[in-house]
């Protein structure tokens, strides 16, 4: 084992000395101009040189292996490059310097990368936010970003982060799960599917809750897909995530403050903007503030077919946070009366979860139906109930329907969206 450990030291320096190399040859603007092959080849030559005059003996697939690794760092994020690469890793999770956590499949585990020094650590973290115009130093030491496919960036810096700089990942997908990804994983019905892709050509209102990583932007992705082509829809997200493949999408972001602590533009802004910009469909990546008022007015009035997301782990759970949320816009409403806007602008709650084997799972729909005395009226239509716990952890359960037809069978009806009676009877349990 000691061999190898001596094995990696050298391999660093030798990969130190490329790079040092590679800048004394090429100055930094000119690799930004070369492009990649360029660069590859000049990388090539050096290692070459480097390989036969400093006597480091390398072989053919150890060449590569560091040009490769040099490469990265030049031009993306060094270490962490191959677990970018890697299609089943959701998150990246970075301690520190040293210590490098993935969740692959629903589940946490360690990886052997590591950076070289918490400078190199910090220079990769500042590559991310520059990219997008953000930055991260002792002034502003957390930041929100992007990476350019799309995934989730969160860094924090000392002296927030006792034990060095931390940085976090939430993978998004290069190819987002389809309809038919989320049928193979068995997260829901064909059924439950149908009635779901039924609301949103129907133009209802639906609600998407879950906790955190349970998969609600994926679901959001997907039913946003239902939605036709020839409808103008405007996304607004805090980091833009929906992959949205229709022609006529608008996407909105928000942004954070400048180094002043000036300038930020929240989610309730660009709420009250998009609805000057004549949309056919508005969607708000996650609701968590006091936006929540302007987009439950605004499916009462005329924009119906919208979609979001929010962060509760029932569907009863995700109405009590809608309802604080419309409070932190400060306009003293009675109670009754945002119970009332929820009621009436709200058609459909979808809670999705992540179970503790990792797989995720539509749990519940439930359908709104209006007030009862001072409470919001809900229906279960279909839910998922686990019966126990297989081989390797594995949750073992069943989709259901409660044998409710929804009230808005009619309206789905009127839009031409019929659904087989029989969906909906309840099923016998084993």
Do not use: W
Request: with cysteine.
């Amino acid at each position: 084992m000691a061999d190898i450990q001596i094995g990696q030291t050298d391999f660093g320096k030798v990969k130190g000395a490329i790079h040092r190399r590679l800048l004394q040859k090429l100055d930094l603007g000119r690799i930004n101009q070369l492009g990649r092959e360029a660069v590859r080849a000049e990388v090539g030559q050096i290692v070459e040189s480097l390989a036969t005059t400093e006597s480091t003996p390398m072989t053919l697939q150890e060449r590569e292996q560091v040009a490769q690794e040099v490469l990265d760092e030049v031009f993306g994020l060094g270490p962490l490059e191959p677990l970018l690469k890697d299609p089943a890793i959701s998150d990246i999770l970075v301690n520190s310097y040293k210590d490098v956590y993935v969740e692959r499949r629903g589940l946490l585990e360690r990886t052997t990368v590591q950076f070289r020094d918490e400078a190199h650590l910090m220079a990769i973290i500042d590559r991310i936010v520059s990219a997008v115009g953000r930055r991260v130093d002792e002034s502003s030491p957390m930041v929100d970003a992007r990476l350019a496919d799309g995934s989730r960036v969160n860094a924090i810096i000392p002296p927030l982060a006792i034990d060095g700089a931390c940085l976090s990942i939430r993978r998004f997908g290069r190819d987002p799960l389809t309809v038919d990804d989320l049928l193979r994983n068995q997260s829901l019905t064909s059924g439950m599917l149908a009635l779901l892709r039924g609301c949103v050509y129907a133009r209802l209102n639906v609600l998407i809750s879950g906790g955190t990583g349970a998969g609600k932007t994926t679901l959001l992705n997907v039913l946003s897909s239902f939605i036709s082509n020839r409808e103008r829809i405007i996304t607004i997200e805090d980091a833009a995530e929906l992959q949205l493949h229709q022609d006529h999408v608008v996407r909105l972001e928000t942004r954070p403050p400048n180094i002043e602590g000036k300038g930020a533009v929240l989610q309730r802004q660009l709420m009250i903007n998009c609805l000057r910009m004549r949309p056919d469909r508005i969607i708000v990546g996650e609701v968590r503030g006091d936006e929540a008022l302007d987009m439950l007015q605004a499916m009462n009035t005329g924009h119906d077919g919208s979609l979001t997301t929010i962060h509760a782990n029932s569907a009863r759970d995700a109405l009590g946070r809608l309802e604080t949320m419309v409070a932190m816009a400060n306009l003293h409403l009675p109670e009754s009366a945002t119970r009332r806007q929820i009621a009436s602008a709200i058609h459909l709650v979808v809670q999705i979860s992540r179970l503790s084997d990792g797989t995720r799972k539509v749990t519940s729909i439930s359908e709104i139906t209006g007030m009862e005395g001072d409470i919001i009226s809900m229906q279960e239509i279909f839910a998922y109930r686990r019966t126990g716990l297989g081989e390797n952890g594995a949750v073992l359960g069943d989709f259901t329907a409660t044998g409710i037809r929804p009230r808005v069978s009619d309206r789905l009806a009127a839009s031409g969206v019929n659904l087989p009676a029989a969906m909906f009877e309840a099923t016998p349990h084993h």
